[in-house]
């Protein structure tokens, strides 16, 4: 790899919102999250990790 060569982008996958399994809005952010890291584009990437983290669902609490 010589000076000139992009610098992929980093992934920390603790670090990355997790998308909820059944929304197809959150895995269709996490698929091209994916292909974000795969093309090195941090823009689509923070761009997938909003969405997936803003993106509301409804959540169940045990009392």
Request: glycine content about 6%; aromatic content about 0%; charged content about 20%.
């Amino acid at each position: 790899m010589s000076s000139e060569d992009p610098v992929p982008a980093l992934r920390v996958p603790g670090l990355e919102p997790v998308p909820h399994p059944e929304c197809p809005i959150c895995m269709a952010a996490a698929r091209a999250r994916n292909r974000g890291h795969q093309l090195g584009s941090t823009v689509t990437i923070q761009g997938c990790n909003t969405i997936i983290q803003r993106h509301p669902h409804e959540t169940e609490v045990e009392a």
